[in-house]
């Protein structure tokens, strides 16, 4: 599933496309359970903050969306077979150069058509922050997205400059500074349905605007090496699902499984 040249390219750049990692049979079952669980389960979850003013019109401003769910392998079966699938896992470990693979979490970002809320520029360390940069996030395309529909950007090797000072507060996701990390600046990674684009925990990335007529829908898996104790954020002290390898016991990491605390 992975190639020498993508795994040069992502230790270069920080990210790597993976295409069509999710042959038309399997993505049918995902979209149709998909739908299903949006329809029931879905809620608003489009971000705050005053960056938005210089992402978007004071009209889009005011329409902007974006629905999202978490945890999917608890709504899905579909699902966690998507998540959990063997030959992606291998190609993650490769790039994280490890032998043991944790699913930490996974969420959907759906932007609606015409009016899907951007992402300002943002490493997602400050959302689940680890000790160290064994992580990796996988984002799994369930429609076609380029630069008119938002797709995602980077900033090549900016994975290289480690943890990076977040602007905080309680009426604000966490962000960059939007004079010094612009959007304008960054790559644009436009992917098919079935794609996979997987990036550094340190990877400086971003969105515009959804200004298609298609929804773009994709999920975001977070990995980890489960030797990396995690420090804050979501998903704190919780176990995820060993998708390569076994667990092993590890010196200062808690795991609580049905009300048993494992040292």
């Known amino acids: 599933m992975i190639t ?3 795994i040069e390219f992502f230790h270069e750049h920080g990210y790597v496309r993976l295409e069509q990692v999710y042959p038309p049979d399997e993505l049918a079952a995902m979209r149709a359970e998909m739908e299903a669980v949006m329809e029931n389960f879905a809620f608003e979850s489009a971000w705050r903050g005053p960056w938005r003013e210089q ?11 974006m ?17 959990t699938k ?30 899907g809320a951007p992402f300002p520029m943002h490493q997602d360390v400050p959302f689940y922050e680890h000790k160290d940069h064994r992580y990796i996030d996988a984002l799994i395309h369930l429609d076609d997205a380029d630069e008119h529909s938002g797709c995602i950007k980077f900033l090549a090797g900016s994975h290289k400059l480690g943890k990076l000072p977040h602007i905080l507060g309680p009426d604000t996701e966490p962000h960059l500074p939007p004079d010094q990390y612009r959007l304008e600046d960054a790559v644009p990674v436009p992917a098919n349905a079935g794609d996979v684009i997987v990036f550094h925990i340190y990877t400086v990335h971003g969105s515009a605007v959804n200004h298609g007529g298609r929804w773009r829908r994709l999920v975001r898996m977070g990995f980890r ?6 420090q804050g954020g979501h998903g704190l002290g919780r176990p995820g699902i060993m998708v390569k390898g076994a667990r092993p016991r590890v010196e200062g990491i808690e795991i609580k499984v049905e009300g048993n605390t494992l040292r």
Do not use: C, G, V
């Not at 629905?67 to 966690?80: G, P």
């Not at 490769?94 to 944790?102: F, N, S, V």
């Open 4 to 6: 020498k040249a993508q």
């Open 67 to 83: 629905i999202a769910i978490h945890e999917l392998q608890f709504y899905s079966a579909a699902w966690t077979d998507a998540i």
């Open 86 to 115: 063997s030959e992606l896992a291998d190609a993650i470990a490769i790039l994280m150069d490890t032998d043991l693979l944790e699913l930490h979490h996974t969420t959907l970002h759906a932007k609606p058509p015409s009016t």
């Open 225 to 230: 090496d489960p030797r990396n104790p995690q």
């Open 55 to 65: 992402y978007m019109t004071a009209d889009e401003n005011r329409e902007a969306s």
